[in-house]
């Protein structure tokens, strides 16, 4: 992939090995920052693929990845595949006539712990996903529009002193949070949201548990009155028939 080659990216939806629903990248970005929902693919787990698209629409790279999406039609909020790292890293796919499409899946990912969120391409009637992609791509119903150099990131080249800075910014990111560092700030505010939460949670929890213990002592302490108060009454009762014996008042 030349830095110099433009590109377009789009996300492409697929059920019973057809592709069902297709949208722009950034589209697919307002799904996962919850701006947007995904009813159609409510309480399941979706097979996407991330399409990188050169020039004559012609698919350079794809990237096979499972969306968990709830009841409600939302996007997992927790999501953070780096798409477009796996695809600057990924193994040879199909040839489509432009040479081998640049293709992440489970079975060829860099990045071994995204290995379980990915999914395998398989033909199916003789058609491969990548195809099916690269058809609809030709469709183009998205009006994809390329963009110059928008990809630099994806052949892992530099252009320009400024992208210079950017990529040993991110090169520094990476090597202190690793890939999975690498989130929008929507991201890190809802994670930030979510560890608030479960501390929140965690910290009723042990309030309640504290407060059961401290209720259930109480309890115990009373019923350990109670049961003291019964064997003085049996003593006062027992001394009180003993002074009466003495005194020669009873038979």
């Not at 950034?26 to 979706?46: H, K, P, W």
């Not at 794809?62 to 909020?77: I, K, T, Y």
Request: hydrophobic letters at 35%.
């Amino acid at each position: 992939m030349s830095r110099k080659e433009p590109f377009a990216e789009a996300v492409y939806f697929f059920q019973d090995e057809n592709i069902v629903s297709e949208m722009l990248f950034t589209e697919f970005e307002s799904v996962l920052n919850q701006a947007a929902g995904l009813d159609q693919f409510a309480a399941s787990i979706v097979r996407c693929a991330y399409a990188a698209v050169g020039t004559g629409l012609a698919v350079r790279g794809v990237v096979c990845f499972q969306l968990n999406v709830d009841e409600e039609g939302m996007a997992d909020p927790g999501f953070n595949i780096p798409l477009r790292h796996l695809l600057r890293h990924g193994g040879s796919g199909p040839d489509l006539g432009a040479g081998a499409v640049r293709l992440a899946c489970r079975g060829q990912c860099s990045v071994p712990w995204h290995a379980n969120n990915l999914w395998d391409p398989q033909e199916s009637n003789g058609e491969h996903p990548v195809v099916l992609i690269q058809r609809a791509v030709w469709r183009n119903r998205l009006g994809l529009k390329l963009v110059p150099q928008q990809f630099d990131e994806l052949s892992g080249e530099v252009s320009g002193e400024g992208n210079l800075e950017q990529k040993q910014l991110e090169q520094k990111i990476t090597e202190t949070f690793g890939v999975d560092g690498k989130l929008s700030l929507q991201q890190l505010i809802r994670q930030n949201g979510q560890q608030v939460q479960v501390l929140q949670d965690r910290f009723r929890t042990d309030m309640e548990r504290q407060q059961q213990i401290y209720l259930d002592q109480v309890r115990d302490c009373r019923s350990e009155i109670q049961r003291l108060k019964g064997l003085l009454r049996q003593e006062q009762n027992r001394n009180k028939r003993l002074q009466q014996l003495l005194r020669g008042e009873m038979n």
